[in-house]
């Protein structure tokens, strides 16, 4: 259900382009790893994996749960739910690892949150949090790096301008890309290893934000 919903709304609010890098795998038991810039963007991330014929267990904040109609959908479809800044966060964890075991593929934002600026514009991923790499170590699953870009054209800022972008979204139909990068295996201490997956998600939304540029560029016809 969340696929499909992510795949029928993207398309009525902006265009989707996807690339992939050549040894990108997106094999079962493996973690994906994205950057988080919006509300939205877990939608268009969700939606480009689909058209690759993936439907990965998503880890998500809690209060998504509480949300009628969509909390029952992640609950059915065995999604994780985090509880940030509680004992039970370390829960969400094992979860995690019980998907990866039973071949699923497991989504995951490494920087644990959205950055706190108001701007539509783009920047690099913001420090991420241990649990990747851990969840990575424990497991010995690949991180398979996601990056996506445009997202905050749809959606950023106070509460009325996210309302508002997302209201005129149909009308301006903003672009976004999503690129998928091959996988590591991040190794070493827990700081090393956030680090190796900081960088390759980096990677992916560095060509993310490139591909989109040159998508914004022809469509203006500009060089």
């Known amino acids: 259900m969340i696929s499909r919903i992510a795949t029928m709304l993207v398309p ?17 038991g493996s973690i994906i790893a994205a950057n988080h810039t919006s509300l939205l963007d877990p939608a268009i991330v969700v939606a480009a994996l689909h058209r690759l014929g993936v439907q990965p267990v998503i ?7 509480r949300i009628p109609v969509l909390g029952g959908a992640l609950e059915r479809e ?17 979860g995690a690892a019980t998907a990866l075991a039973a071949g699923r593929l497991v989504l995951i934002y490494g920087e644990g949150g959205l950055p706190r600026r ?43 301008k996210q309302l508002a972008g997302f209201l005129t979204a149909p009308l301006r139909r903003p672009g976004f890309h ?11 201490e827990a700081a090393d290893a956030t680090a190796q997956a900081h960088r390759a998600v980096s990677a992916a939304w560095e060509v993310a934000v490139q591909r989109l540029g040159e998508r914004t560029r022809a469509e203006h016809g500009e060089g």
């Not at 851990?134 to 790096?145: D, H, K």
């Open 12 to 28: 009525a609010l902006g265009g989707l382009t996807i690339s992939t890098d050549p040894d990108a795998e997106l094999t079962p």
């Open 118 to 160: 108001r701007d539509a514009g783009e920047a690099a991923p913001g420090a991420f949090r241990s649990g990747l790499s851990r969840l990575a170590r424990e497991t010995g699953a690949p991180v398979v790096p996601l990056g996506q870009a445009g997202a905050r054209r749809l959606s950023s800022g106070s509460a009325g």
């Open 78 to 94: 065995g999604h994780i739910a985090v509880h940030r800044g509680t004992e039970r966060a370390a829960g969400a964890l094992d």
């Open 178 to 188: 999503v690129h998928v990068g091959a996988p590591v295996h991040p190794t070493g």
């Open 59 to 65: 880890m998500a904040t809690a209060g998504l749960w």
